[in-house]
């Protein structure tokens, strides 16, 4: 696979734990490998240069690639282990044996011991793991015991054996690790506490020891024995960061497939996961297209039998999110509550919903390629109808605005293939210009635009959209004929009303067909401009850039000059009233400030002559 072809898919790979899987051409699995974050994990073989010679040839044999999702790191490396054994792909190393890896056992027996084991024996004792270092056992046991006294010893202790006082207490029962069950200091009810205790915790089910230590916290805080109190919050702290559950490998159940199913109105999306011995050994997601608007039952149970078949599966024993009614009676079917066989459906379905979601994700990005080709088409017709030079990919559009009747600034919006391009988008604060003077601020906007575009050598855009009509354009022109970019670009103005288009050194106007997708598209980007501008004066005005002329009179302040312009809406239609008109906003002293700020020298006339 090439790191082109790689691109393609990168995006469909999940952030989380997982296996992945290499395929070749010819579908032979040639390499399986763990990872705590699968994309990453994967992304490393196509991004950096490979120095290994053997890993330069797998990467070049990958023709496709799988993956499955699981919980945890530790259930990676577990799961990885699995496959590897089961298909021995060629560019994997061997792996060890099973029975090397450490197990923790819960030993048939009377007042049963717990203890680490790397031998897995069918005496009905209960095995958990296995685990990935034999440290982690060892640590957990000894955290268990600090938690729980139960014995070490290997006595028999028999009810026979107890009674006869055939044992003596050792020195386990004196340190406080034991209760002394040999000597009938502890009943067998007591121990079988104790016990569900433990299998909580090594289930990874810590709500009820939690809540047994938190009563027995509050109850050491009550009696101001801190110090019990203390060791009981460590213990609570340590229980809520354990995890000791492996999705992937379940001792006590042997031969079974496990089958989840998520599904949209197109498709249904099946995982499939192999049960042998305990370990999951086979793992596939497959789409499955609706023909005929079949129900869940009808695709689930067409893809057990397919799954089954291609992976010669003998198990007699189905987990499913729900009985199908499946033909082949000899089956088992299992709808799990809780339990192990639970949290393997569990991780089925999470496979499943992620193949549906990065499905869905695909067909999004086909309709957005549908709309980049409806774009390409408007554009070509927008170059059509204004008859220009070459294809307009790159389009800017400028437009002048103020502030309350002050304070000049332009923006400039950029589209490009026919959608905004957000990063290019510019605010402009006039400099130059005294006043309200859109011709002249516009001239400044074009002239500061394309002289830095030039000094930083950017591609200049194939058209300008200035918003306004013929003095707007002109202005705009002159900044171009000072930078010698005449032909260089197309600018047109856009005439707010009747939405006439105009070019430099043309009398007459043009007018696209209204319903037209070149006039729209040209409306939709002045809309834009319209909305940047507006954005641009409500950020400046909310960090107290702007004050407008009001503010400037002494004795009238900003809330002031605030109510006045919410009631007249400019300061332009403020200058033209009289004293009588303004007071009912602001008083009559207030009222003859501001009318002689406008009309300085005349009396305030108290209102029109009768």
């Known amino acids: 696979m090439k790191p082109d072809e790689f691109k393609k898919i990168v995006s469909g790979i999940p952030r989380q734990p997982g296996i992945y899987k290499y395929f070749d051409e010819g579908g032979t699995l040639i390499y399986v490998g763990k990872a705590k974050e699968l994309r990453k994990r994967v992304n490393s073989y196509f991004v950096r240069q490979l120095d290994n010679y053997k890993t330069r040839k797998l990467v070049e044999n990958i023709h496709h690639i799988e993956f499955t999702i699981v919980g945890s790191e530790q259930d990676a490396f577990l799961l990885e282990n699995s496959l590897i054994k089961q298909f021995q792909p060629r560019y994997n190393i061997n792996l060890k044996d099973d029975k090397s890896y450490p197990y923790i056992v819960i030993k048939n027996e009377e007042f049963p011991r717990v203890f680490l084991t790397r031998r897995v024996i069918r005496d009905k004792s209960e095995y958990l793991g296995p685990f990935t270092g034999?440290?982690?056992v060892?640590?957990?046991?000894?955290?268990?015991?600090?938690?729980?006294?139960?014995?070490?010893?290997n006595l028999n202790l028999s009810p026979q054996n107890i009674s006869r006082g055939k044992f003596k207490v050792c020195l386990e029962y004196h340190l406080g690790n034991c209760k002394g069950p040999c000597e009938g200091r502890q009943t067998a009810g007591d121990y079988e506490e104790n016990l569900r205790q433990v299998k909580n915790i090594l289930r990874g089910n810590l709500g009820q020891v939690t809540q047994l230590f938190q009563q027995e916290m509050k109850e050491a805080a009550v009696r101001l024995d801190y110090e019990r109190a203390?060791?009981?919050?460590?213990?609570?702290?340590?229980?809520?960061?354990y995890r000791s559950r492996s999705e992937v490998v379940h001792p006590r159940i042997d031969n079974v497939d496990v089958f989840a199913m998520d599904s949209d109105e197109q498709n249904a999306y099946v995982n499939y996961l192999g049960v042998l011995k305990g370990s999951v050994v086979a793992t596939k997601t497959v789409t499955l297209e609706k023909k005929l608007d079949e129900d869940d039952r009808t695709m689930l149970i067409y893809a057990i039998s397919y799954l089954r078949e291609n992976f010669h599966s003998h198990a007699l024993e189905l987990i499913l999110p729900f009985d199908p009614d499946y033909p082949d009676k000899t089956l088992k079917v299992t709808v799990p509550r809780g339990g192990d066989k639970k949290k393997l459906l569990e991780l089925a379905s999470r496979n499943?919903?992620?193949?549906?979601?990065?499905?869905?994700?695909?067909?999004?990005?086909?309709?957005?390629?549908?709309s980049a080709m409806k774009n390409e088409k408007i554009l070509m017709s927008l170059q059509q109808d204004l008859q220009l030079p070459v294809y307009p990919s790159h389009i800017e559009c400028f437009d002048n605005s103020n502030f309350q009747g002050a304070f000049p600034v332009s923006a400039c919006v950029v589209f490009r293939d026919g959608v905004p391009s957000k990063k290019d988008y510019r605010h402009f604060n006039i400099r130059t210009v005294e006043g309200i003077?859109?011709?002249?601020s516009m001239a400044e906007t074009i002239y500061r635009r394309y002289y830095r575009m030039l000094a930083e050598k950017q591609p200049l855009p194939q058209l300008v959209v200035i918003d306004g009509g013929k003095g707007q354009l002109n202005a705009a022109m002159e900044s171009i004929v000072r930078l010698e970019l005449t032909g260089m670009m197309t600018l047109i103005g856009l005439a707010k009303n009747l939405e006439e288009i105009y070019y430099s050194g043309d009398q007459q106007s043009v007018r696209l067909p209204y319903d037209g997708e070149s006039l729209l598209l040209l409306r939709r980007i002045r809309d834009e401009v319209h909305r940047f501008g507006i954005t641009f004066h409500r950020k400046k005005r909310s960090l107290g850039v702007f004050t407008n002329e009001l503010e400037q009179i002494e004795g009238i302040g900003k809330a002031t000059a605030d109510q006045l312009i919410r009631e007249f809406r400019s300061v332009k239609k403020i200058s033209q009233l009289e004293v009588d008109q303004i007071a009912p906003v602001t008083g009559k002293k207030k009222a003859a400030l501001i009318h002689a700020h406008f009309h300085p020298g005349e009396a305030a006339s108290q209102g029109p002559p009768k």
């Open 352 to 370: 499943a919903a992620y193949c549906k979601e990065e499905t869905q994700k695909t067909r999004r990005l086909h309709l957005e390629e549908r």
């Open 138 to 153: 060892r640590d957990l046991l000894e955290f268990i015991r600090y938690l729980i006294p139960l014995r070490t010893c």
């Open 230 to 241: 203390g060791i009981l919050r460590k213990k609570i702290e340590a229980l809520q960061t």
């Open 437 to 440: 003077d859109d011709f002249a």
């Open 134 to 136: 034999v440290g982690k």
